[in-house]
């Protein structure tokens, strides 16, 4: 994902946009929510055997630990990082970390949705 610039009708720039999510992309797409992560803070690890999920960053910036495999990888999200997407796979325990000062906003974009009267959160042993 990509910032795109625009502008006014005079041509000078008036702000930006960031697609999120496009029909032609193929992707299916459940839900949408946002979460904040207060600063300092993380939120996980979570862990979830049916659902993925798809991470985006979209004020502030945050790390997200994954591990797959009793591998961890980071990956990182939000305005210093291209707003990059940020994907977990189903059975892959994950954590959002935000190591800044400010209020980090993040979209998550699980399939399939979350819901309340099925719940797929599974412990997690182990987190380093």
Not at 32 to 56: D, I, N, Q, W
Not at 70 to 82: M, N, V
Request: charged content about 25%.
């Amino acid at each position: 994902m990509r910032r795109i610039v625009t502008k006014n009708a005079d041509g000078r720039e008036n702000g930006w946009l960031l697609p999120i999510w496009h029909v032609d992309s193929g992707l299916k797409v459940d839900q949408v929510y946002l979460t904040a992560v207060a600063p300092g803070e993380r939120k996980g690890p979570h862990l979830h055997m049916s659902r993925c999920g798809r991470f985006v960053c979209v004020k502030g910036n945050v790390r997200i630990v994954i591990r797959e495999n009793g591998k961890y990888r980071h990956a990182y999200s939000g305005e210093s990082h291209d707003f990059t997407e940020v994907y977990v796979a189903p059975g892959c325990a994950a954590a959002i970390y935000n190591d800044s000062h400010e209020e980090a906003l993040v979209l998550n974009m699980p399939s399939p949705p979350w819901r309340a009267d099925e719940q797929d959160e599974w412990p997690v042993e182990d987190w380093q």
